[in-house]
């Protein structure tokens, strides 16, 4: 197989630098190699600097991380990547002014995580809209960032969680640790709660949470966004 010619994707990092990391692994493991050239090429930037998205959207404390994450794009863009990939959720807030500022496309992780969960929606969902439990920061609910595409693909419900300020806690004890045991309860005890309201999918929506789905029910399908990316970015790499 002529894997030589796949392209090169750049990736907005460090927001935090674990699910980066993770997004890493991910399309390593996504990939039947028999050797390095069959992988996907990358030039990642782990950006930790980056100013606090929970700061500046939901907290009202900080800077706008906008103008850090277009010289990001714009620096990768001059490095010579096919297109772009920012493995962060809240970030996609500023997916426009990315988009405006380079010539090269953003993946964009909302839309497909959006996507993929309605296409776990059971059957019965084809009646109903079915119900989206989200599992995410307070941003989303507050500037609609996923509502905006799943009214495009459908009348799903997105369901938020009832004790959102203490999943905000949780996600900010995971990128303390990552393995935080307090944290991974919350998660666990929040996504039962969404299950119990009637969500016919779970869509992890927040990359810190990427690193703890372990914790997630099986009783219903779990969606990550940042497997969603994974695929995008594959399809991205061989177009």
């Known amino acids: 197989s002529d894997m030589a010619k796949r392209k090169v994707i750049g990736i907005l990092g460090g927001m935090g630098p674990a699910a980066t990391v993770l997004l890493q692994q991910k399309l390593i493991q ?17 950006n930790t600097q980056v100013p606090s998205r929970v700061a500046a959207l939901v907290e009202g404390t ?7 994450l277009v010289a990001m794009a714009k620096r990768l863009e ?9 493995p962060c959720n809240t970030a996609h807030i500023y997916a426009d002014a990315i988009r405006a500022a380079v010539d090269v496309p953003l993946l964009d992780m909302v839309e497909q995580g959006a996507l993929t ?4 929606l059971p059957p019965s969902a084809l009646t109903s809209g ?26 799903a419900a997105l369901v938020y969680p009832a004790r959102q300020a203490l999943l905000m806690e949780a ?7 990552a393995d935080d045991p307090t944290a991974r309860a919350i998660l666990e005890g929040v996504a039962q709660d969404l299950v119990a309201d009637g969500c016919d999918v779970l869509l992890v929506a927040c990359t810190e949470f990427s690193l703890a ?9 779990v969606v990550d966004a940042l497997d969603a990316l994974v695929t995008t970015i594959l399809e991205a790499a061989d177009a």
């Open 130 to 155: 079915g119900r989206i439990g989200l599992l995410g920061s307070t941003a989303l609910e507050k500037l609609g960032l996923y509502a905006t595409p799943l009214r495009r693909f459908g009348r």
């Open 171 to 177: 996600l900010k004890a995971f990128k303390r640790r």
């Open 117 to 120: 969960a309605v296409a776990h």
């Open 213 to 221: 789905v372990d914790v997630l029910p099986a009783t219903v399908p």
């Open 78 to 86: 001059q490095m010579g990547v096919a297109a772009l990939a920012m």
């Open 30 to 46: 996504a990939i039947a190699a028999e050797d390095d050239a069959d992988h996907v090429p990358l030039l990642v930037d782990v």
């Open 62 to 68: 900080g800077p706008s991380p906008e103008p850090v």
